[in-house]
């Protein structure tokens, strides 16, 4: 089993970036899939969710209106649409179940937001 981000880069304030999640050796549409990310400094946050059963989506409260959480069942993705970023969004950005397992913590994709 692995779980994949990627889509990461550099863009301005106010702008948008859609991260993927490649999920291998299991099927993620049947599991509750969540993206997390971590700041210089900080510990790693989680942001959004998708179950398993129903696509409800969930959001903390510091992304809510700002990012989407959806799925690409065809090609075994969850993603992350990203709008309106700030420079507080700077982070390496993570994929997991969720709630996550230590052993699927992949390497990450980092998102910078800097003028």
């Known amino acids: 089993v692995q779980l994949q981000a990627s889509g990461g880069g550099t863009v301005q304030p106010g702008g948008s970036l859609r991260l993927s999640c490649a999920a291998s050796?299991?099927?993620?549409?049947?599991?509750?899939v969540g993206w997390f990310r971590q700041a210089p400094g900080k510990e790693r946050e989680w942001l959004s969710c998708i179950s398993g059963a129903e696509d409800k989506t969930t959001y903390a409260d510091s992304v809510k209106g700002r990012f989407s959480i959806s799925r690409d069942k065809a090609d075994n993705l969850v993603l992350l649409q990203m709008n309106n970023l700030s420079p507080e969004d700077t982070a390496v950005y993570y994929c997991?179940?969720?709630?996550?397992?230590?052993?699927?913590w992949g390497q990450g994709t980092l998102v910078t937001v800097s003028s």
């Open positions: 997991n179940k969720n709630p996550p397992y230590s052993r699927y």
């Open positions: 050796g299991f099927t993620a549409a049947y599991y509750a």
